[in-house]
């Protein structure tokens, strides 16, 4: 189980990618608000816990690969490979317009962009693709594919869900962005695609189903999808779209939309208070903690003194070589050595 310092951690940088958010937004750009905070949590865990990148090398062969199929809410992405240190946050201000490089959708002359999505439904065959390539080339990294519900009513989705199974594909994990809204309304009234975990059984996959805000589940079900052998797995995230944005929370107008100033400050206001919660909820899981603490505690004080000991060992060890070594040169040495 990952310790609660860590998740803390993850908690907070998820907040960070909001506040990233809002500062790629301002007041009055269009942009894909919804779809972008309803995976903050997820895109926290998998970028600054779970993944393996490196922002020093982008193509990096032994990375993990990550796929935002739902190309739409690349915003976040960027939230989280600003925050990394794949480009500057000063790219925020242009972001979406033709002098920036931080495009609408991911394009991959942008740092960390691993393809161009976008078009829904073609980022898992993407994937698929990309896992075999590792398998072939022996690499233990895993691929990362985030779709979103409505994005599943794309049929090329399900034919590289067949051959994921196919293909025993069990380095790739799959991720639904499940926050019930498409872009002009509710995903039920659009294209409803009922029982999704029985779809996906149906079709091979291991299923996982979580709360896709609460860290502690997302990082026990990346962890989980990581031992699974011989079939893919997908994670089932129920979220809600413009999560933390309490203006905009379950609203399909925050799809695509713009803030006035009064949202703006709105949203500040919202994750100050959820530092705040943060905070709190930190504090009390740490005053509920001394029982484990103090057994926690014991156990390496009672495990230490004995590896030191054994670690005291083998030095002691060495002088008694010399020793042997020093014995041979005069007795005048040995005998200077006794009187200091
Ligand atoms: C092939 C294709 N058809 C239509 C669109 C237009 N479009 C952009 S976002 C969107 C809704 C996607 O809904 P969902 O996958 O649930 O994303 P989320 O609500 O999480 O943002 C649609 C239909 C598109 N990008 N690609």
């Given at each position: 189980m990952t310790d609660t310092g860590t998740i803390t951690s993850l908690k907070k940088t998820a907040l960070q990618l909001r506040r990233n958010l809002l500062e790629m937004l301002g007041v009055g750009k269009v942009g894909h608000l919804g779809g972008s905070s309803s995976l903050a949590e997820i895109v926290a865990a998998l970028y600054f816990h779970k993944m393996k990148v490196n922002r020093n090398n982008?193509?990096?062969?032994?990375r993990d690969r990550f796929l935002l199929?739902?190309?739409?809410?690349?915003l976040i992405q960027y939230a989280a490979l600003a925050e990394l240190g794949y480009?500057?946050?000063?790219e925020f201000a242009k972001?979406?317009?033709?002098?920036?490089?931080?495009?609408?959708h991911p394009d991959?002359?942008?740092?960390?962009?691993?393809a161009v999505t976008?078009?829904?439904?073609q980022g898992l065959s993407i994937g698929v693709g990309m896992a075999l390539a590792l398998r072939l080339d022996k690499k233990p990294n895993r691929v990362y594919v985030i779709m979103g519900d409505g994005e599943l009513s794309e049929g090329q989705l399900w034919e590289a869900a067949m051959a994921a199974w196919k293909f025993k594909v069990d380095n790739l994990t799959g991720i639904v962005d499940?926050?019930?809204?498409q872009a002009t309304g509710p995903t039920s009234e659009i294209f409803e695609i009922p029982d999704i975990e029985k779809k996906w059984k149906a079709f091979g996959w291991n299923v996982i189903k979580i709360n896709g805000h609460k860290m502690e589940e997302i990082v026990a079900a990346l962890d989980a999808a990581g031992k699974v052998r011989g079939v893919p797995t997908v994670i089932i995230a129920n979220t809600v779209k413009g999560k933390g944005f309490s203006f905009a929370e379950?609203?399909?107008?925050?799809?695509?939309g713009s803030l006035t100033e009064e949202q703006f400050r709105q949203a500040q206001a919202d994750f100050d208070a959820a530092a705040l919660a943060i905070e709190k909820e930190a504090a009390k899981s740490a005053v509920k903690k001394p029982a484990v603490k103090k057994a926690a505690e014991k156990k390496p004080a009672a495990k230490k003194p004995a590896l030191k000991k054994a670690a005291e060992k083998k030095p002691i060890k060495k002088p008694v070589a010399k020793k042997t070594a020093v014995?041979?040169?005069?007795?005048k040495k040995t005998a200077a050595k006794k009187r200091g």
């Open positions: 982008p193509k990096d062969e032994n199929s739902k190309g739409h809410a690349v480009f500057p946050k000063s972001v979406k317009s033709l002098a920036g490089t931080l495009q609408g991959m002359k942008i740092p960390g962009i691993e976008g078009s829904l439904g499940c926050n019930k809204l379950g609203k399909a107008a925050f799809h695509n014995k041979k040169p005069s007795p």
